[in-house]
Antibody, heavy 120, light 112 residues
């Protein structure tokens, strides 16, 4: 059974750094790209970027390029989303999701979400 | 960037009636080399992650009830729920994956 299990909720202050994780199981991690999607409170879904875990090839939305870093550790089947300096506007639910095939495709499996709250 | 729009923003439909959601892209999502439309539909219920319903504009994901169908090509697409059930109350999003990815703003479906 394919599963994406995300790390727990985080409460951070502006300016702090953060890395959240997404652990994959039930399939060969390096065979499928993984992406991250933001959902701000009460708002819609935003495609942030994707990574190929086999070689760490990344594609970012222009809106998120330079704002976050997506990475993956294939030895532990885990993808990451990180910030070097959080802002209040980063407060949101973040979902990881698996792309349905190698390359840019739709998302077929989703994690449960990680709520990030940034407040002074 | 490809911009996705959806209409209506929300709709209320009686149980058993048809619900229709429209999605439009700012450029074609039809890839000429394989004749596939790079468009997916997702359902999101409150407090849950999104769920894939339709991909390639009209291919139903395994396990999705056949009352859900997708149609359209190029820049104009439609998600139809043929006979609305109570469990279909949700927000529905279209997403293009022709060029990276972009979601539409969502359409909220309620019971009238």
């Amino acid at each position: 059974e394919v599963q994406l299990v995300q790390s727990g909720a985080e409460v951070k202050k502006p300016g702090e750094s953060l890395r959240i994780s997404c652990k994959a199981s039930g399939y060969i991690f390096t065979t499928y790209w993984i992406g991250w999607v933001r959902q701000m409170p009460g708002k819609g879904l935003e495609w942030m970027g994707i990574i190929d875990p086999s070689d760490s090839d990344r594609r970012y939305s222009p809106s998120f390029q330079g704002q976050v870093t997506i990475s993956a550790d294939k030895s532990i089947s885990t993808a990451y989303l990180q910030w070097s300096s959080l802002e209040a506007s980063d407060t949101a639910m973040y979902y990881c999701a698996r792309l349905a095939a190698s390359g840019i495709f739709h998302f077929d499996y989703w994690g449960q979400g990680t709520l990030v709250t940034v407040s002074s | 960037d490809i911009v996705m729009t959806q209409s209506p923003d929300s709709l209320a439909v009686s149980l058993g009636e048809r619900a229709t959601i429209n999605c439009k892209s700012s450029q074609t999502l039809l890839y000429s080399s394989n004749n596939k439309n790079y468009l997916a539909w997702y359902q999101q219920k409150p407090g849950q992650p999104p769920k894939l319903l339709i991909y390639w504009a009209s291919t139903r994901e395994s396990g999705v009830p056949n009352r859900f169908s997708g149609s359209g090509s190029g820049t104009d697409f439609t998600l139809t729920i043929s006979s609305l059930q109570a469990e279909d109350v949700a927000v529905y999003y279209c997403q293009q994956y022709y060029d990276k990815g972009t979601f539409g703003p969502g359409t909220k479906v309620d019971i009238k």
